[in-house]
């Protein structure tokens, strides 16, 4: 009697041990997604989403973001996997209301911008520089 007792409890723990790892990895999972909806441009934000251009030459990806009336102090570049997010406080809060009637009453403080990269950066090999309120941030590969 005593080993169909004990054959029970291998098999319950061994189911609790199956769904324990399995909700580890949706956990895992949940958190991951998380993260990465911390790095998307939020939506109702005091920033706006600035014009940029991407271009490939082979060993590394040239990237021009115009960011107008910022100070370069002001500026952060940073990476989570294959994506960079740039942000950009500007010096004063920019009324974009004189842009369209759409847009009345709103102040802007930052520049906001989340882009996914062909592959993941080392931060190491990273280059940036800013010359008249366009900043170029070189990724190598």
């Not at 956990?27 to 998380?34: D, F, G, V, W, Y």
């Not at 271009?55 to 021009?64: A, E």
């Not at 809060?93 to 996914?116: H, M, P």
Request: glycine share 4%; with cysteine; proline share 4%.
């Amino acid at each position: 009697m005593s080993g169909f007792i004990d054959e029970f409890f291998k098999r319950v723990e061994k189911k609790f041990k199956e769904l324990e790892d399995s909700m580890k990895q949706i956990i895992e999972s949940a958190l991951n997604e998380i993260r990465m909806e911390k790095l998307e441009t939020p939506y109702f934000a005091e920033s706006v989403e600035p014009l940029y251009t991407m271009k490939n030459l082979g060993d590394r990806l040239v990237i021009h973001v115009d960011i107008p009336y910022c100070s370069e102090g002001n500026i952060d570049v940073l990476f989570e996997d294959n994506k960079m997010r740039i942000r950009a406080a500007l010096k004063s809060k920019l009324d974009v209301s004189e842009w369209s009637e759409r847009y009345r009453g709103i102040k802007v403080k930052e520049y906001n911008l989340v882009i996914s990269l062909p592959f993941k950066p080392q931060p190491d090999k990273v280059k940036t520089r800013v010359k008249r309120g366009v900043l170029e941030v070189i990724v190598y590969k």
